[in-house]
């Protein structure tokens, strides 16, 4: 009976010292506590997180994830720039065997609202696409897989942002600011995105 009482009260006692501990862990304003899931601050919101990856790195990376590309394995790594949670810079690693080997960078300035694979561009692998929030403006930012490398081709604000795949692949903005519709795609001899259309998003008098 006084076995029982004593585990209740040793049970009792750590869920009182959970929040508290996370609340600690929460209030000491560091990298991990800026981007970790249990505070909600400045969480990544990429689908495919990974929690048990570990890469050395300086500044040191918050937020993992794995995408499966193909026949690949890639590794997004996010860190901040200047201790800034609102500004990032997510690293693409070529996972293989234990081993991780740089491929490139996206510049991410702001927060990270969703992540996916989509084909624009024509590259060796699935191009990843980053969705962002940027004061009022919504961004996409296109990293783009070929000859072993991985390059940021393409990063543009506006008020709204979709990206579609068909009849063919393209990115559609829509500025409420400028009245405008611009449609881009990526051109393969030019090497990037150019502009097919461009229309007004509601007709004025």
């Known amino acids: ?5 004593l585990s209740l009260s040793v049970l009792a006692l750590a869920l009182t010292q959970a929040p508290a501990k996370q609340s600690e ?6 990298t991990g506590a ?8 400045y969480v990544v919101h990429d689908p495919k997180r990974a929690d048990d990856i570990n890469i050395p790195h300086s ?15 890639v590794v997004l790594a996010y860190r901040d720039v200047d201790k800034d949670p609102m500004n990032m ?5 070529l996972a293989k065997g234990g081993k991780y080997e740089f491929l490139g ?3 991410i300035p702001g927060m990270v609202t969703d992540v996916s694979s989509a084909e624009l561009t024509g590259g060796d692998l699935p191009d990843i696409v980053f969705h962002f929030d940027g004061g009022q403006l919504k961004y996409v930012d296109v990293l783009r897989f070929s000859k072993g490398k991985a390059q940021d081709v393409f990063q543009y604000a506006a008020s709204k942002i979709d990206v579609s795949k068909e009849p063919k692949p393209k990115i559609i903005a829509t500025s409420k600011l400028s009245n405008m519709v611009e449609e881009f795609a990526w051109d393969s001899h030019s090497q990037q995105f150019t502009t097919i259309s461009k229309r007004p998003w509601h007709k004025t008098n």
């Open 1 to 5: 009976m006084i076995s029982s009482v």
């Open 25 to 30: 862990f929460c209030d000491s304003f560091t």
């Open 59 to 73: 500044p040191p990376y918050h937020t993992y994830s794995q995408w499966a590309l193909g026949d690949q394995t």
């Open 34 to 41: 800026y981007h970790s899931p249990k505070c909600n601050q």
């Open 89 to 93: 810079v997510a690293d693409a690693y």
């Open 105 to 107: 960078s996206a510049k």
